[in-house]
């Protein structure tokens, strides 16, 4: 089964290949974890952000983080993009190709406030 019907297939899909064949296994199994990666990243990163913020209130009165909106590419969408930049449909290509499979922003509602964030998170 190759990757691009990995990406379109639903998750009952998924578990119905996964009866009938092995070497589907691995292909999912492979792109099931590189979605983990990533949505565990998105979950270290807001934790880091939040207790940055959390701990500025507690020692300036003051929080530089209005919100933090994070997003995690849907596997429609990685298929698209690996169409529109003409990379082969394969797991490769998903992994080298696409650099913003997960997503983080900080909202701060002003610009000094942006810089200090920024700081905070080389320090």
């Known amino acids: 089964m190759d990757f691009e019907r990995i990406l379109q297939m639903t998750t009952s899909e998924r578990n119905l290949a996964l009866l009938q064949d092995e070497a589907f296994v691995d292909d999912v199994t492979e792109f099931l974890a590189i979605r983990q990666l990533y949505n565990a990243a ?21 929080n530089p983080i209005h919100h933090i909106e994070c997003r995690l590419k849907f596997p429609g969408s990685m298929l ?3 169409r529109r930049k003409g990379y082969p449909i ?12 997960a997503g983080v922003r900080v909202v701060c509602n002003y610009l000094n406030d942006v810089n200090l964030v920024a700081d905070l998170l080389l320090s």
């Open 42 to 62: 998105i979950k270290q990163v807001r934790t880091k952000l939040e207790i940055l913020n959390d701990g500025f209130q507690v020692e300036h009165c003051h």
């Open 80 to 82: 698209e993009k690996l």
């Open 90 to 101: 394969e797991m490769q290509s998903l992994r080298e190709g696409i650099l913003d499979i």
